[in-house]
């Protein structure tokens, strides 16, 4: 786990990409090469099957004329505990087999699951009504039967949920939750009773019954208990608990179970507050650790640390303690406990960032020392430790910082460290008109760091200086490689340009209307039970959520899959900002099945859909068209200014999913007759936002890459870049602007706009088949 707090919004957009064979040919000698696509978004592998697999025996399977001949001989009286448990068993072996089969299949009531409940009403009812049982018609009813009970019609939710679970077993325990909600909503307590003690009875370990515990508990205490002891990882476990603390809003105990519990829950803040103001003599390090860690996520370091001081010493709390001393600009205490971890723990991944961060707070000779303990001990840490001596050594030991570079390349060949090393020569020999040089370095890194992040720019750039050596089949062969090895980067999208791709250039792209093609139903989630898979895909997300939380709430740490599925459910929550980051964090993985299991999502569709969502896209087509701009490149920025969150302010006060500065919002207002706004309101936003950024095309005659450096850096800033630069090639003009998160940031945003290209243009993709072996 990483010990320092992300820069969420900041994050980068790229992936580091996927390792590949062939490696690139010998780039000076350039012929065009076989091409391997990385991520082949397009079609998923198929699985393999091992030869010797032998056939797993068949659990007793209880046929359907059991339940009938039963029923006809006298009911549920026959059905004793053991015949039940045959009866259960068989609908779970075929209501699996049956979902497999139907679930892949084309739904129309899939495709309605985002329809507002009025609108989808009729086509649901005449699905519902057909005669045949199917899959469909189960679903049709049961989303009828939840727009009802919202709608609180409960008489008529019951009428199309009866005896639905027969022909609708993934769903039963849900259709027994909801049928008492519509007895509940009738007035028929007893029978809502009933009911939800008929699920409890037969689906005990059901995520829903902890939801029927949990309402049947409002009234009958002892159900609480049982909900809290049987479903400890529910997310209603969690809401009980408060519901017991308002009932006695002193207890200690209480307030201990819920940090612990959920540390990170926003109804804990006030709680955590109250308790480190005034905590009780009998508090338990792990309550104490439980406080801290959500001061530590909420970034507030100065409580942060007040209560790690008091949680049990482990490497992470001791690390956290430290760390939040130093952000608290408390330097003395955290140098002391940076030290202690090293001393009690001098093998642990916190150990190495605690060298790491000793070296940054004493001066450059001591700093050393520190970093050279972390290449003695730490490998991993290790190329970027001797990064760091060289830049310290740089001025006072020249030669110092030579044999640390050298070490660098020598030792670490592979690394990100050693590739970025690689880079830097490679630019500077390019700037001082050193293009055979410059070459090799770049073919250095194509070579010995083809999964680093200079790879995709070093071979882009071979391809230019291919051009300008009149290499031009070269060129393209470099191309080609880029986009085949790399398809999700920036360069990409140059390269495709270059070749002639109908993508838009930086003077072309503003006028482009790509054609877009949205996925017409969710996809199924790689992870969870048939259960969650199927309230997922029937936009029952509150349920959904929870399910999985019940699932995967017990275990230390998810699997690849089970992140990527929680992202999904971000997304669905209008999470954007965590959704988004926790795909691309699903990289940092050190272990090998599951980095396998990374390289297996980056092949679907639904991963790439998922790092490059698709909301308000209605919005920002309207608005796209009323000021002749690209929807794609305007959807890019918005994902680079917010991660899609409508809410969301900087720290100087740009505010919304354009980040308008509320000073640039009151000067475009009367421009556009708009008298009363909301910056957080996404209409107005993103109504003043494409204004702004139609206004900077203007003022750069459609130059989208100067339109968008304005829109990061100022136009005052733009001018002076242009005074040095004007006539340059583009590509060269974007590597020379001077300020580093701004160059980032136009890279960001091109390359976000490639990537819904190749995800959601049509066209897109038979160009990109084309580079398929």
Known sequence: MSQDRPDLLNAKTSESPAPLQPSLPTLPQLTTPPVTVAEDFLSPPAPEESEESEPKPRRRSWPRWFLVVALALGGGALLTPLAWQGWTQWQTQEQHRRYEAEQNQPSAVLKLVNTPAKERAERLKAIADQTQPSLERSRARYLLATDLLKQFEGGPAVRWLENLEVDYPTMAPYILLKRGRGYELSNENIR????????????????????????????????????????????????????????????????????????????????????????????????????????????????????????????????????????????????????????????????????????????????????????????????????????????????????????????????????????????????????????????????????????????FWIGKWAQQLNRLEDAAAAFKNVIARYPQSYYAWRSAVLLGWPVGDFNSVRALNPPVTLPPERPVPPAGSDLFKELYRLGQDPEARAVFAAETGAQEELTVEQKFTEALLKLQAGEYLQGINQVLNLRNTSDPKQKQAWQALRQTPEYWQALFPFPYQELIFEWSKKRNLNPFLVTALIRQESRFEKEIRSPVGATGLMQVMPSTAEWIAPQIDLKDYSLTDPEDNVNMGTWYFDHTHETYKNNSALAVASYNAGPGNVSKWLSRFEGQDPDWFVEQIPFAETKGYVESVFGNYWNYLRVYDPDIAPLLQKLKP
């Open 192 to 459: 809502a009773k009933e009911t939800w003690e008929e699920l409890i009875q037969k689906y005990p370990d059901s995520a829903a019954a902890a939801e029927a515990l949990n309402l049947l508990g409002k009234t009958e205490s002892q159900y609480w208990e049982q909900a809290l002891a049987k479903h400890p990882q529910h997310p209603r476990a969690l809401d009980i608990l408060h519901q017991k603390l308002e009932r006695d809003p002193e207890s200690s105990e209480l307030m201990g179970q819920i940090l612990v519990k959920a540390p990170t829950d926003p109804r804990s803040a006030p709680l955590r507050e109250k308790l480190l103001a005034n905590p009780p003599a009998n508090f338990t390090p792990e309550v104490w650790t439980a406080i801290g860690d959500g001061f530590w996520n909420a970034n507030e370091f100065p409580q942060a640390a007040q209560a790690y001081a008091q949680a049990p010493t482990n490497p992470q709390n001791l690390y956290r303690l430290a760390r939040s001393q130093q952000l608290a600009q408390l330097k003395p205490e955290a140098m002391a406990n940076y030290r202690k971890l090293i001393e009690t723990y001098p093998k642990t991944e916190e150990t190495a960032l605690a060298l790491k961060r000793l070296a940054a707070l004493v001066p450059p000779a001591e700093a050393v020392g520190y970093l050279d303990q972390i290449v003695a001990r730490f490998p991993v840490q290790a190329p970027e430790a001797l990064a760091q001596k060289a830049k310290l050594l740089e001025r006072s030991d020249p030669s110092g910082a030579t044999a640390a570079r050298q070490t660098l390349l020598e030792k670490y060949s592979d690394s990100e460290e050693a590739a970025q090393l690689r880079w830097r020569r490679a630019s500077q020999a390019a700037k001082a008109g050193k293009v055979t040089e410059a070459w090799k370095w770049a073919e250095e890194i194509a070579n010995q760091n083809p999964n680093s992040d200079p790879a995709p720019k070093a071979i």
